[in-house]
């Protein structure tokens, strides 16, 4: 298996430009997880996605942010308009099951930069 | 909320043996832990679940003590590979979410 894939991986861009990330989920696994890494606050859950249905959405920073999961291969983070507080890494992860019992595949990241 | 995890940073000696704990405030189900090198995606370690379980493979292992909500990671003579930030991830009971900690980086020196 080709494992968790993300794009870009690299995305630099300037303040006020939407900004769309995507994620191919591992074959099979029925969760979807969005993260956001940074040094001041580590890693944070955005939002996770169970059978391409969002579950948990709570993480979202704001209403720029939104993430959707049209089928069970392909899923995407939106940010509109990107402001410079936004640059982080974004990860995303797939699993079998839920959070606390399976273990989570991180995709390779999508590295941010907002200028 | 937000598992602590201590120490936030530790430097050894090939061959040395390290523990990271990593600990909550609320009553845990289970407790993840993952390494990530630097510039990569974490990789998952193990998972522990309720019931103060220790796992293992290799030289790392790992326990979680129901009682006190913490859990320890121990890396047995370390070697280089063994570098990198490691982070737990908890769960409470009924979550289907992970919350992580901060981190420990972890540096393996010749």
């Given at each position: 298996d080709a494992g968790v894939i993300q794009s870009p991986r690299h995305?630099?861009?300037?303040?006020?430009?939407?900004?769309?990330l995507r994620c191919k989920p591992i074959s099979g696994h029925d969760y979807l997880f969005w993260?956001?890494?940074?040094?001041?606050?580590?890693?944070?859950?955005?939002?996770?996605?169970?059978?391409?249905?969002?579950?948990?959405?709570?993480?979202?920073?704001?209403?720029?942010?939104?993430?959707?999961m049209?089928n069970a291969s392909f899923s995407t983070?939106?940010?509109?308009?990107?402001?410079?507080?936004?640059?982080?890494?974004y990860f995303c992860a797939s699993s079998l099951?839920?959070?606390?019992?399976y273990e989570q595949y991180f995709g390779p990241g999508t590295?941010?930069?907002?200028? | 909320?937000?598992?602590?995890?201590?120490?936030?940073?530790?430097?050894?000696?090939?061959?040395?043996?390290?523990?990271?704990?990593?600990?909550?405030?609320?009553?845990?189900?289970?407790?993840?832990?993952?390494?990530?090198?630097?510039?990569e995606a974490p990789v998952f370690?193990?998972?522990?679940?309720?019931?103060?379980?220790?796992?293992?493979?290799?030289?790392?292992?790992?326990?979680?003590?129901?009682?006190?909500?913490?859990?320890?990671?121990?890396?047995?003579?370390?070697?280089?590979?063994?570098?990198?930030?490691?982070?737990?991830?908890?769960?409470?009971?009924?979550?289907?979410?992970?919350?992580?900690?901060?981190?420990?980086?972890?540096?393996?020196?010749?």
């Amino acid at each position: 298996d080709a494992g968790v894939i993300q794009s870009p991986r690299h995305e630099v861009t300037e303040m006020g430009q939407e900004v769309t990330l995507r994620c191919k989920p591992i074959s099979g696994h029925d969760y979807l997880f969005w993260y956001r890494q940074t040094m001041m606050r580590g890693l944070e859950l955005l939002i996770y996605f169970n059978n391409n249905v969002p579950i948990d959405d709570s993480g979202m920073p704001e209403d720029r942010f939104s993430a959707k999961m049209p089928n069970a291969s392909f899923s995407t983070l939106k940010i509109q308009p990107s402001e410079p507080r936004d640059s982080a890494v974004y990860f995303c992860a797939s699993s079998l099951g839920p959070g606390p019992g399976y273990e989570q595949y991180f995709g390779p990241g999508t590295r941010l930069t907002v200028t | 909320q937000q598992p602590v995890q201590s120490p936030q940073a530790v430097i050894l000696r090939e061959g040395e043996d390290a523990v990271i704990n990593c600990s909550s405030s609320k009553a845990l189900y289970s407790v993840h832990w993952y390494r990530q090198k630097h510039g990569e995606a974490p990789v998952f370690l193990m998972i522990l679940l309720k019931g103060g379980e220790q796992k293992g493979h290799d030289k790392i292992s790992a326990s979680f003590n129901e009682k006190k909500q913490q859990s320890s990671l121990y890396l047995t003579a370390s070697q280089l590979s063994y570098s990198g930030t490691y982070f737990c991830g908890t769960a409470i009971q009924g979550a289907q979410k992970l919350v992580f900690g901060q981190g420990t980086r972890l540096t393996i020196n010749p």
